[in-house]
């Protein structure tokens, strides 16, 4: 089963790069108000995660510069999803108000209808 997994990791990556998103295209100034916005997220995934792969692709098509934290890799980023968003389930992104409050929003389509309202409409 995990070979399985491993091969269909692989199939989903290459397709991903085969066929990544062209960004949308903003002002440098605007861009620049997107990037600062963007500090404040931080998107925990899965490298091979078909969710997570829909999610990146939605960050590549707004153009936004979002951390990402490999939760499967680094334990000290799974064990804050854990302790701090309540689960150990991706994708997951962390949302930091301008009070310092900390939102953690799961599903792969709430994420992308978020992304999308805040920084704007694309193509589909």
Do not use: H
Not at 26 to 46: G, N
Not at 64 to 72: P, S
């Amino acid at each position: 089963m995990a070979v399985i997994r491993w091969i269909l990791g692989k199939i989903i990556l290459l397709i991903d790069f085969i066929t990544t998103p062209k960004g949308i295209k903003r002002s440098a100034e605007a861009q620049q108000a997107v990037d600062a916005a963007t500090q404040d997220l931080a998107l925990y995934q899965f490298q091979a995660c078909p969710f997570c792969v829909k999610v990146r692709r939605q960050m590549k098509r707004l153009s936004l510069n979002i951390a990402l934290r490999d939760a499967k890799k680094d334990t000290q980023y799974r064990e804050e999803l854990l302790q701090q968003g309540g689960k150990v389930k991706v994708p997951c992104l962390k949302i930091t108000d301008a009070d310092g409050s900390v939102r953690w929003l799961y599903e792969s389509n709430d994420i992308n209808a978020y992304l999308t309202e805040r920084f704007g409409q694309t193509e589909a």
